[in-house]
Nanobody, 124 residues
């Protein structure tokens, strides 16, 4: 499956952005999906994950209460709604997918399909 992320940009601290990730395959509904991010000079880290039904999700502690992951299987798309953005959220954000039965993986190594990344820059 090919993933295309979009929606990044420049926003002031406290602002909001919504990232999208469109998948090329009609079997998208069989994939657990995740969002990861990589800040300059840092390792890629987990942000959020969602099971294939869209009913179960998990978040990194740093974004809990501010970010929401969701999906529209009819549109083969996942979203990351980000509120109350902080300068520390500045990073390239990547969507990722993996055929997965129940639940979702939270580690980078479990995902085998990746989007190209979209840059989120939060100014103070």
């Amino acid at each position: 499956v090919q993933l295309q992320a979009s929606g990044g940009g420049l926003v002031q601290a406290g602002g909001s952005l919504r990232l999208s990730c469109a998948a090329s395959r009609s079997t998208f509904g069989n994939y657990a999906m995740g969002w990861f991010r990589q800040a300059p000079g840092k390792k890629r880290e987990f942000v959020a994950a969602l099971d294939r039904s869209g009913e179960k999700s998990d978040y990194a502690y740093s974004v809990q209460g501010r970010f929401t992951i969701s999906r529209d299987n009819a549109e083969n798309t996942i979203y990351l709604q980000m509120h109350n953005l902080e300068p520390e959220d500045t990073a390239v954000h990547y969507c990722a997918g993996r055929l997965w039965n129940t639940g979702y993986p939270m580690n980078i190594q479990s995902y085998n399909f990746w989007g190209q990344g979209t840059l989120v820059t939060v100014s103070s």
